[in-house]
């Protein structure tokens, strides 16, 4: 169980100024999120992925959306147009990512603004899931819990969650060297200035579990299977994918 204090850490409010203000960076397709170690390869391994495990892909929710990449990518790797849901604190960002999807997918698109713990969604409505840089804005590991079941929820039979984010780790010795390497990683990108922007916004926003604690997570709320696609220092791309039969009717 998590002790940490939350008291400090930005408000959703805070969180959404911030993004709200911050719409170019997440619009490059080629590069994603520049602070993020290998966002370019973690969006093309879920989308793969999520194609390779779910069929049909009819409906897509993106939690987070951003400025709408995951979801450009994973049209481009599926067969046929989808309808999406996109999910995100900032409206700026939404519009964006509306504009830029709309282009690629001839699928229905609905904008929802706000936090997706507390939006009204279709039960079993979703083929995929698409949840890229979001999930360490949780806090507590009831918070965590409560969202983890809550995506299993929407989850539709036969259908999967695929996750890149901001992780920890479980050996503090570990997680001091990921750290010092994902900095390096900063300092080389943009200077110490931005090293130290990057980990002080993290510092406020972020509340990062380790991968392995997740994935244990996503079986315990009742994902059949869980696949881990990448890892490098801080991040990590991985997923989990719901059977069409529950254990009580078929096999697996």
Known sequence: MTTENY???STVEEIRHRFDADVERFANLETGQSATMD?????????????????PIRRVLDIGCGAGNNTIMLRQRSATPF????????????TRASER???????KVRLLQG???????????????LAATVLHHLRDDK???????????????????????LVSHETEAIRQLMWLRYEEYLVELGGTAYRDQVVAYIAREDSPRPVTWQLRLLKRVGFDRVELLHKNACFAA????????TPNRGHR
């Not at 936090?115 to 899931?129: A, C, H, M, N, P």
Request: proline share 4%.
């Open 39 to 55: 966002a370019p390869l973690a969006m093309e391994l879920i989308t793969r992925a999520a194609v390779a495990a779910t069929s």
């Open 83 to 94: 309808d999406c849901d996109l999910v995100d604190l900032s409206l700026p960002m939404l």
């Open 7 to 9: 008291s400090e850490k």
């Open 238 to 245: 991985f997923g989990a994918v719901k059977y069409r039969d």
């Open 143 to 165: 918070d965590w819990e409560t969202a983890f079941r809550k995506i299993h929820t929407l989850t539709a039979p036969g259908g999967s969650v695929w996750i890149t984010d």
């Open 101 to 107: 999807i709309r282009s690629n997918n001839t699928g």
């Open 115 to 129: 936090d997706f713990r507390t939006i009204e969604l279709q039960s079993e409505g979703y083929d995929v899931i």
